[in-house]
């Protein structure tokens, strides 16, 4: 499978902004063995789809979702009218919105239910707090917020769901988790899975990223562990200077590897 970057544009940009950068990403060429996604806020999507294309190799997401495709839900946005508006991803159980919007793990199951079912691919998000690590109950954290998120959920066909592992310590801190640590992170999160999974279905139709203070230094180091299927980007992604810095390092590792 190839790797994946994907670019959180967060609540950061307007969406003349998103519009720019998007633009000028869509003037790198990216190298063929990568997958690179844009998660532009609801607002810069239709902006962002139209000036990429159908045929972008950039791909696009959402943020979050509602678990409904329709009704009297003011202000959320369905995961059927993302799908229209062109988008393949969608992050859910984003950190930010667990802290700051109490969002559950049953809340973020039913997201992920309801994004399949609209066709679009579930990013997951897991990480625990500093407090969590200096508990020693991190793990429990990770497994628990794996196994309830993905509770009753079936992956069949071509069903495909990313797992980002973000620890909140990490995030937009510019304090990067050790690869390898993120590496023990990214294997107990496969452990969790196989609660839920056979190995197979494990094995086949999920990805897992990392994510937190990742950038054009770093990526690197993240991409060489085993089991680092790519990366979720925060403030680096926001950039385009920033970005393109990092997906020419990324194709470099890449091409070296000849994946
Ligand atoms: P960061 O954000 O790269 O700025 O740490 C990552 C994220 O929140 O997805």
Redesign the pocket.
């Known amino acids: 499978m190839k790797k994946l970057i994907a670019g ?1 544009w ?1 609540m950061n940009l307007t969406a003349a902004e998103s519009l720019s950068l998007a633009k000028q990403l869509s003037e790198v060429k990216l190298p063929n063995n990568l997958e690179v996604a844009v998660l532009p806020s609801f607002a810069a999507l239709s902006f962002v789809q139209t000036m990429l294309g159908p045929e972008s190799d950039i791909k696009l997401g959402a943020q979050d979702c509602f678990w409904e495709a329709k009704g009297a839900y003011t202000g959320e946005v369905s995961p059927v009218q993302l799908k229209e508006l062109g988008c393949q991803y969608v992050l859910i159980g ?1 950190s ?1 919105r667990r802290l700051n919007l109490g969002e559950t793990d049953e809340m973020v199951n039913r997201k992920i239910a309801a994004a399949q079912k609209a066709g679009l691919v579930p990013v997951l998000c897991v990480g625990e707090t500093d407090e969590d690590r200096r508990l020693g109950r991190w793990a429990s954290k990770l497994n628990s917020q794996v196994v309830n998120g993905l509770k009753g959920i079936e992956v069949v066909g071509t069903h495909e769901i990313i797992i ?1 592992y ?1 620890p909140i310590w ?4 510019g304090r990067p988790c050790e690869p390898k640590v993120a590496s023990e992170a990214h294997a107990l999160i496969k452990n969790a899975l196989l609660e839920v999974f056979s190995a197979s279905r494990a094995k086949n139709h999920f990805r897992i990223i990392y ?4 950038d054009g230094s770093n990526i690197a180091t993240y991409l060489a562990e085993d089991g680092i299927d790519g990366a ?5 992604s926001q950039k385009f200077l920033s970005f393109s810095a990092l997906l020419e390092a990324t194709a470099n590792i890449a091409g070296k590897q000849g994946k």
Request: zero cysteines; aromatic letters at 0%.
């Open positions: 959180n967060k984003h930010e980002a973000e990490a995030i937009g801190t994510g937190g203070s990742v979720l980007v925060g403030g680096a």
